[in-house]
């Protein structure tokens, strides 16, 4: 049973940072594909950012490109998210999330609907 809890959330000033952690439990970390999304009162869950099994492959999308690093300790089992120079608009709910093994070309890392398993979120209010 594979369980994730997210921590690191707040509210912060816009231009600040948050690092968001995501400790995994219940597989074996190093084979699990991490995503994280977020997801805003009225609006879609988005994806974030994506890392591969082994960290070696890293995506994000437009809206955070430059300013969001995504990480993983696999010794730790937990993934990271680096936020920097925050925006109002980056306030949502922000949910860690796993699929085995990784995209072959990485088309579909955003997709809600190809990970199998979600954290609980926390909760991101910049102002």
């Known amino acids: 049973h594979v369980q994730l809890v997210e921590s690191g959330g707040g509210s912060v000033l816009a231009g600040g940072s948050l690092r968001l952690s995501c400790a995994h439990s219940?597989?074996?970390?190093?084979?699990?594909?991490m995503v994280w999304f977020r997801q805003s009162p009225g609006k879609e869950r988005e994806g974030v950012a994506y890392?591969?099994?082994?960290?070696?492959?890293?995506y994000y999308s437009d809206s955070v490109k430059d300013r969001f690093t995504i990480s993983r300790d696999n010794d730790k089992n937990t993934v990271y998210l680096q936020m920097n120079n925050l925006k109002p608009e980056d306030s949502a709910m922000y949910y860690c999330a796993a699929r085995t093994g990784n995209l072959q070309t990485g088309r579909g890392w955003d997709v809600p609907a190809t990970v199998t398993w979600w954290g609980q979120g926390t909760q991101v209010t910049v102002s």
């Open positions: 890392i591969s099994t082994q960290g070696g492959y890293k």
């Open positions: 219940g597989y074996s970390f190093g084979s699990l594909s």
